[in-house]
Nanobody
Framework: QVQVVESGGGLVQPGGSLRLSCAASGSIFGILDMGWSRQAPGKERELVARITKGGSTDYAGSVKGRFAISRDTAKNTVYLQMNSLKPEDTAVYYC?????????WGQGTQVTVSS
């Protein structure tokens, strides 16, 4: 089984930047995709970004060009660099690690974009 722990959330002004980190542990050799989803109050959880074992990336249209996901396989860590943040990016961000057939989720980290 895989465990993931997020860090790096916080309060930032519109236009600012944050970097989220997600460290995986446990049965890491079976991990395929890793990524981030988010859930804003009153809204459904949505996929933000995903990176495959081979390094291919996929982004939600609303963050494309502003967010960048990367993966350090030696550290079993995935990062989400968030630039040009907007108030609508405010949400709890959850890291996930997919090791078929299971998906492991972190506890979430709050990102608040507000002046």
């Amino acid at each position: 089984q895989v465990q993931v722990v997020e860090s790096g959330g916080g309060l930032v002004q519109p236009g600012g930047s944050l970097r989220l980190s997600c460290a995986a542990s446990g049965s890491i050799f079976g991990i395929l995709d890793m990524g981030w989803s988010r859930q804003a109050p009153g809204k459904e959880r949505e996929l933000v970004a995903r990176i495959t074992k081979g390094g291919s990336t996929d982004y939600a249209g609303s963050v494309k060009g502003r967010f960048a996901i990367s993966r350090d396989t030696a550290k079993n860590t995935v990062y989400l660099q968030m630039n040009s943040l907007k108030p609508e990016d405010t949400a709890v961000y959850y890291c996930f690690a997919a090791a078929s057939p299971l998906i492991s989720w972190g506890q979430g980290t709050q990102v608040t974009v507000s002046s």
